[in-house]
């Protein structure tokens, strides 16, 4: 489903990434762990198209990403930080984002659907953004990254700024998102985390050094 062939990175005339190659199977859970400035980060960014390698291909589906258009290809790989942002005053303001940004009508039904799945309930709808906790944040915010129906769900240490109970609730809304099918790219630090994983890709000083099924 997705193809990257040899991709370099560079920040100045550093080399952050250097000849990665691998592909990612659909209903694949991918984890990248790694040292810290490793280039795990970069690397999601540049399959989530908010960063230009310097050399290399990716292709989605059988097509590079060259030959999409910006908003169809980030419709189909969305992204979920570290920090969970929420953008405005209420959650259901900011579930609702997704589609405003599209110039559509949000998808009730399909937002009430999801709730459950990200260990939600109805009650968060109308809460304001900034009182609830970071847990619920990253969870509204996971809810938000699946409303467009991503193909490719890429996760960025989305745990790392939780306590160990909100970490268990995202991980088992992960393993779930997993088992119904969905294509999952998720970087992480957590040793236990690596184990609900179908691979491991290892990366060191921006190479891939092991990659584990
Ligand atoms: N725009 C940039 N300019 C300069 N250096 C950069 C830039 N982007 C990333 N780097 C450097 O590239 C290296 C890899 O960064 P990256 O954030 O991808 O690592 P990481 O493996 O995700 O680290 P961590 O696990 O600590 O989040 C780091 O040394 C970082 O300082």
Not at 11 to 37: C, D, Y
Not at 54 to 63: D, F, K, P, Q, T
Not at 82 to 91: C, K, R
Not at 135 to 161: F, H, M, N, Y
Request: aromatic residues 4%; glycine residues 6%; proline residues 4%.
């Amino acid at each position: 489903m997705l193809e990257l062939n040899d991709i370099s990175y560079m920040a100045g005339n550093r080399t952050i990434l250097q000849g990665i190659s691998f592909n990612v199977r659909k209903g694949e859970l991918l984890m990248v762990s790694g040292p810290s400035g490793s280039g795990k980060s970069t690397l999601l960014r540049i399959i989530g198209d908010q960063l230009s390698p310097a050399s290399g291909s990716i292709r989605l589906n059988g097509r590079s990403i060259l030959e999409y258009r910006p908003e169809e290809y980030r419709q189909k790989v969305s992204y979920v930080f570290q920090t969970p942002t929420l953008f405005m005053d209420t959650v259901i303001e900011d579930l609702e984002f997704p589609y405003r940004i599209r110039s559509a009508a949000p998808d009730m039904e399909r937002i009430r659907e999801l709730l459950p799945e990200v260990g939600l309930t109805e009650e968060i709808l109308q809460k304001e953004s900034r009182v609830i906790s970071g847990g619920e944040k990253q969870r509204v915010a996971l809810l938000r990254s699946l409303l467009i129906a991503p193909d490719i769900l890429l996760l960025d240490e989305v745990t790392a700024s939780l306590d160990r109970e909100n970490a268990r609730m995202i991980e088992n809304t992960v393993k779930c998102l997993s088992a119904r099918g969905m294509t999952i790219i998720w970087v992480t630090h957590d040793p236990d985390q690596l184990e609900l994983s179908d691979r491991v890709l290892r990366i060191r000083d921006g190479k891939v050094v092991e990659s584990i099924a």
